[in-house]
């Protein structure tokens, strides 16, 4: 059901037919520039309609030259030293068109407006927040799947969600009676002393209350005594909810990825937002 996660020498690739996409996650040096023709094979083998590939800098132009596009570009990505740049390659008419602009651009103009409006930093003292534990990922999961239809990756499998702690995910949660009503995830990349902000859920019953914007906020600062100097998001292009919460806390807006993402039973357009920590 899920895209595939895989090496293609040293770098971490994923693809499959649920985004019906390539998504080169992390570009090895050594294996620039002989990648970019494996990806258009990988690509023409299964019939996918976009690769995107996040890059340094210094591997920018050779994709650009083979047909590539900028989507995004967050400055000083990788420790500091060298930018990120999202491209897109379209292998289909239809997949490079955005299907609302009007939306995507009214939901950035709004969300600039709200920019670094006042937070909530703390909680009443009616809810609890702490980090998750192993012990936490069958209640985590069922929270997930009642908040999202569908899903890129499966967060609905506790097992799953186990591993990815183990490994480089931190999960914040916040409950109230005992009940865990929100969560949201930072994957950790030790390599570029970067952090995704992702995996956003509230209970319906309990939206509005600021709960993204307090995770988020608490986020950064568990991820900042780690050495995580960026922290960026993916945010679903439509969702005004989830792009005021990022300019609200100062995250700048660098670009969108078009019809990249299967989320809620569809392909959807997605942004990037980014914060120097």
Known sequence: MYDSIMRLGGSILQHGAYN???YLMK?????????????????REHGYGKILAKVPDWAKDGFLAKGYQKEAHIPSFFNGSFDAYFLGKFLSDHRGKEKDPETAERVIKTASMKSRE?????LDSSYEYRICKDSDSGKMAEVYQEVFETYPFPIYDPEYIKKTMAENIVYLGVWHDRKLIALSSVEIDSDSSSGE???????????GKGFS??????????IFPKGIR??????????????????KRGYTYTGTLVNNTNISGKLESMNVWYKAL
Do not use: C
């Open 20 to 22: 019906n996409r390539i």
């Open 27 to 43: 570009l090895s040096k050594n294996d620039y520039p002989g990648i970019l023709d494996h990806l258009d094979k990988l690509a």
């Open 118 to 122: 006042n937070q909530l930093n703390e």
């Open 197 to 207: 902000m992702t995996d956003f859920a509230t209970l319906s019953e309990y939206r």
């Open 213 to 222: 914007n307090f995770l988020l906020h608490t986020a950064e600062q568990v």
């Open 230 to 247: 960026m922290a960026y998001t993916i945010a679903r292009a439509y969702s005004f909810g989830m792009n005021i919460t990022f300019a």
